[in-house]
């Protein structure tokens, strides 16, 4: 069996599902894949996702993005609400939301939210940044919605395994992101991610961390843990993304 890693499948781009529906029906079907969020704010492409992946692998492992949790489009009901019923949506499924046990591998999902301790965000962000319009905290500020998620994080008794993973739709800490990037993207980093991420790993002793949203795929190791990013991404970004799932282990 294989672990497979993907993320950010942004579906609402007719090329990203045709991609997806194009993936092999039989090559998989013993083998187990991490969705690491970011599949489409509307509910229908969700489901239509999980019509073509599950039948595909043996298990699916899925954690909301930020895009996955907007709500403007279905008249800007709360996003918890949202959360909700997309966790009801992947019980129906059998899709994991939970930490899954695989043999002597457990895999932890990690909820989270940016809370600016990458940052504070520049005018441009505070400006155009879509979750701000897209979401509904219900008056909560970002770093009160990462709290209410990291509270959420179901973090297991991992005696007994012999490998734990982890994942997260965000990024787990902000130097998996070039020193040398851009100016402009580097305005970003406040809303990708928070520190809270990399203490979760660290206490559950995570050997291998998958993780999406940036984009911008890496495999790397810092202090003994190696962190690997295969978001799908957006049609224009063919030189950060390779535009495939990948696998990231054997179980
Ligand atoms: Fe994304
Ligand atoms: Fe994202």
Same mark, same amino acid.
């Given at each position: 069996?294989?672990?497979?890693?993907?993320?950010?499948?942004?579906?609402?781009?007719?090329?990203?599902?045709?991609?997806?529906?194009?993936?092999?029906?039989?090559?998989?079907?013993?083998?187990?894949?991490?969705?690491?969020?970011?599949?489409?704010?509307?509910?229908?492409?969700? $489901? !239509?996702?999980?019509?073509? #992946?599950?039948?595909? +692998?043996?298990?699916?492992?899925?954690? @909301? *993005?930020?895009?996955?949790?907007?709500?403007?489009?279905?008249?800007?009901?709360?996003?918890?609400?949202?959360?909700?019923?997309?966790?009801?949506?992947?019980?129906?499924?059998?899709?994991?939301?939970?930490?899954?046990?695989?043999? $002597? !591998?457990?895999?932890?999902? #990690?909820?989270?939210? +940016?809370?600016?301790?990458?940052?504070? @965000? *520049?005018?441009?962000?505070?400006?155009?940044?879509?979750?701000?319009?897209?979401?509904?905290?219900?008056?909560?500020?970002?770093?009160?919605?990462?709290?209410?998620?990291?509270?959420?994080?179901?973090?297991?008794?991992?005696?007994?395994?012999?490998?734990?993973?982890?994942?997260?739709?965000?990024?787990?800490?902000?130097?998996?992101? @070039?020193?040398?990037?851009?100016?402009?993207?580097?305005?970003?980093?406040?809303?990708?991610?928070?520190?809270?991420?990399?203490?979760?790993?660290?206490?559950?002793?995570?050997?291998?961390?998958?993780?999406?949203?940036?984009?911008?795929?890496?495999?790397?190791?810092?202090?003994?843990?190696?962190?690997?990013?295969?978001?799908?991404?957006? @049609?224009?970004?063919?030189?950060?993304?390779?535009?495939?799932?990948?696998?990231?282990?054997?179980?």
């Amino acid at each position: 069996m294989r672990l497979f890693l993907g993320s950010d499948f942004h579906v609402d781009y007719r090329q990203n599902l045709d991609w997806l529906r194009a993936l092999s029906r039989a090559d998989f079907t013993d083998d187990v894949l991490i969705v690491a969020g970011d599949l489409s704010d509307e509910l229908d492409l969700v $489901k !239509t996702c999980f019509d073509e #992946l599950v039948p595909r +692998y043996r298990k699916l492992l899925f954690l @909301p *993005g930020n895009h996955d949790l907007w709500t403007a489009r279905s008249g800007k009901g709360p996003s918890f609400d949202k959360f909700e019923t997309l966790k009801t949506l992947c019980q129906g499924y059998g899709i994991e939301t939970s930490p899954m046990a695989i043999g $002597k !591998t457990l895999i932890v999902p #990690l909820l989270a939210w +940016y809370d600016y301790s990458f940052g504070e @965000p *520049g005018p441009t962000i505070k400006r155009g940044w879509m979750d701000f319009y897209k979401c509904n905290w219900e008056g909560l500020n970002p770093a009160e919605v990462a709290e209410r998620f990291d509270a959420m994080n179901v973090i297991p008794d991992t005696s007994g395994f012999d490998t734990v993973y982890s994942v997260s739709h965000f990024v787990p800490r902000l130097d998996l992101m @070039p020193a040398r990037y851009p100016e402009k993207h580097k305005a970003l980093f406040p809303v990708l991610g928070t520190d809270r991420l990399e203490r979760r790993i660290r206490e559950l002793g995570s050997s291998k961390h998958f993780y999406g949203h940036s984009h911008l795929n890496r495999n790397k190791m810092l202090d003994g843990v190696t962190y690997i990013n295969n978001a799908f991404g957006y @049609p224009s970004e063919t030189e950060i993304s390779a535009k495939t799932i990948l696998q990231v282990a054997d179980l």
